[in-house]
């Protein structure tokens, strides 16, 4: 990601075997600098990002207290791309690290 002709961040996209079955992409890592937050950056980044791979998506995110802002960011985000047609589920991942807000879309359809 780039802000100001300057790196501000960056996505780690996993592809199979790296996800759950069915899932094309599954978004590893995505961060911003604090700096560049609250001006729209990272949602377009991330939405750049989801063009760039048309199929199955997944996305995680801490559900604890803490990562309220990480929770709003991604169901924000995902419902914006994808105009509202996205599945939004509470589990336990594979990964066993505890309760996790998963988002899935497919966007083989979408832009």
Sequence with gaps: MMAEDRPAGFALVATPPHCSPGVDFFMHEFFLLQPYR???I???AAAT???MFKGNWEIFTNLGEKNKVGQHF???TVAN????????????????DGL???FRFSNHRLD
């Design 38 to 40: 609250g001006m729209g």
């Design 42 to 44: 990272a949602e377009q």
């Design 49 to 51: 990002i989801f063009a």
């Design 74 to 76: 991604w169901r924000k």
């Design 81 to 96: 791309y994808t105009q509202g047609l996205y599945e939004e589920e509470v589990a336990v991942t594979a990964d066993a």
């Design 100 to 102: 996790k807000l998963i």
